[in-house]
């Protein structure tokens, strides 16, 4: 049965919002508060967040000249310590490789042929002089402590000066002994050269490897007593050569 309340709207009695209605305005409301302010605190951190990229943006561009000197720095001394490395570890070769002494005879057969220079001169270490020579010589199974490998290029197109510096090299005592085995590249050419009187150069290359087996220096013997021309009744002889220096050749 449909009940009409047919009295006056002043006169009616007034309702009363349900009890589990009421509850669930309440909640309804109070998840919506929450989540407004959930939202504003998550627009608060996102400002916070920004303010902080913005921040670290301008101090990572102040810094970067700095980073840059850093890694050159670094770079710099990465290069330092590698040569330093290098030099510590020709300063602590044993002096019976030889090393110094093949440096000296090297430079005393360049000074030698006047024709002759060094366009570079570099030093092979322990670690790949084994491979240089096996390349060279596949039968080889020795391992050089160290090589000497040269590009070098003599004034003229004739061969026999280059032969005659290759020999020179072969031939001189002191590398005989701590540059054994020499290995003269068979492909060189012969350059147009505009500045030089004899308008050519032939450029080749040399490599000569240490003995695997350090040589061992001869202890100096004392000389025999050579009696004077006072003592002998006879005179100097002349016309004699004169001896050659120590670790050179005779001129």
């Known amino acids: ?12 009695k007034t309702e009363r919002t349900p009890l589990p209605r009421f509850f ?3 909640s309804t409301a109070g998840v919506a508060a929450g989540l407004t302010l959930y939202i504003l605190w998550i627009l608060i951190q996102i400002k916070d967040v920004s303010d902080r990229i913005d921040h670290e943006t301008k101090e990572l561009a102040r810094l970067q000249p700095f980073v840059q000197e850093h890694t050159k720095l670094s770079n710099e001394l990465s290069e330092l310590e590698r040569k330093l490395n290098e030099i510590r570890g020709l300063v602590s070769r044993d002096v019976e490789l030889g090393w110094w002494r093949a440096v000296d005879a090297l430079w005393s057969v360049v000074h030698a ?14 670690r790949t002089s084994g491979g240089e020579l096996k390349r060279i010589d596949p039968n080889s199974s020795e391992v050089p402590p160290y090589a000497v490998s040269m590009r070098c290029n003599v004034a003229g197109n004739e061969v026999a000066a280059m032969t005659q510096f290759r020999l020179a090299l072969k031939d001189h005592p002191v590398l005989q002994e701590t540059l054994t085995t020499v290995n003269f590249n068979v492909d060189w050419r012969v350059s147009r050269e505009t500045g030089f009187e004899e308008a050519h150069s032939i450029a080749f290359s040399v490599t000569l490897f240490a003995p695997s087996t350090p040589p061992k220096r001869k202890a100096p013997t004392p000389a025999a007593a050579t009696p004077g021309p006072s003592e002998t009744g006879g005179a ?3 016309g004699a050569p004169p001896a050659a220096p120590e670790g050179g050749t005779p001129r």
């Not at 049965?1 to 009616?12: E, Q, S, Y």
């Open 1 to 12: 049965m449909i009940k009409i309340n047919l009295l006056p709207v002043d006169r009616r």
């Open 24 to 26: 669930l305005i309440l």
């Open 113 to 126: 042929h006047p024709k002759v220079w060094i366009e570079d001169l570099r030093a092979i270490d322990g």
């Open 236 to 238: 100097v002889p002349t």
